[in-house]
Every structure is written in structure tokens, then in C-alpha cells.
Nanobody, 115 residues
Framework: QVQLAESGGGLVQPGESLRLSCTAS????????ISWYRQVSENRRVPVAG???????NYADSVKGRFTVSRDNARNTVFLQMNSLQPEDTAVYYC?????????WGQGTLVTVSS
């Protein structure tokens, strides 16, 4: 069983950066693929970036070249480095951990980009 906790959200101005962290408690973290989602409407979350258990990464077109996802299995943590933030990046960001038969979500962290 894995529990996830996101951190690192906050208020920044356009063009600035933030680094989000998703830290897991429990065992087996290294076997999970981890994805970052953001809430775009009341009932819809969209994937932003992900990293597989083997370290392969993928990104939504809207964040390619600006966001970087990485993982540190020794610290049970996945990071989302967000650069050149824009107002349209404003959202609650969620961490998702998935492997065969298991899926877990964190509680989310709010990112606000505003001048």
C-alpha cells in the first residue's frame, strides 16, 4: 500500500518556476509509474507528465520544454520541475501512482500563476 503526499505548490508570477514533490510512504514505490495530473474543471483531471518505473518520461504537449519530471527512488519521491509558468498552468496538481492492480492518488497541491 502506498500513500502519496504532494508539496511545493504556491503563488508565482508568470515566467517563474516551482518544483513540486510527490513523496510516498509504504513499500514498493520503485515499481510504480508516477504521473502528475492537474484539475481543469470540477470533474476532469488531465495528465501533465509521467515517469515509468524504468525512468521513461512523457509530457503533455502544453508543457513540453517547460516541465521536467524525475524520480528519486531512494527518497520515495517524484519531482515536477515547472519553468516558465503561465496563468494557464494554474490548477491543483495531483500525483498518481499506478502499477498492475493498484492505483493511488495524493490530495493535491495548488499552483497559482498570477501577476
Amino acid at each position: 500500500q502506498v500513500q502519496l503526499a504532494e508539496s511545493g505548490g504556491g503563488l508565482v508570477q508568470p515566467g517563474e518556476s516551482l518544483r513540486l514533490s510527490c513523496t510516498a510512504s509504504g513499500s514498493g514505490f520503485s515499481a510504480y509509474g508516477i504521473s502528475w495530473y492537474r484539475q481543469v474543471s470540477e470533474n476532469r483531471r488531465v495528465p501533465v507528465a509521467g515517469i515509468t518505473a524504468s525512468g521513461a518520461t512523457n509530457y503533455a504537449d502544453s508543457v513540453k520544454g517547460r516541465f521536467t519530471v524525475s524520480r528519486d527512488n531512494a527518497r520515495n519521491t517524484v519531482f515536477l520541475q515547472m519553468n516558465s509558468l503561465q496563468p494557464e498552468d494554474t490548477a491543483v496538481y495531483y500525483c498518481n501512482a499506478r502499477r498492475t492492480g493498484f492505483e493511488h492518488w495524493g490530495q493535491g497541491t495548488l499552483v497559482t500563476v498570477s501577476s
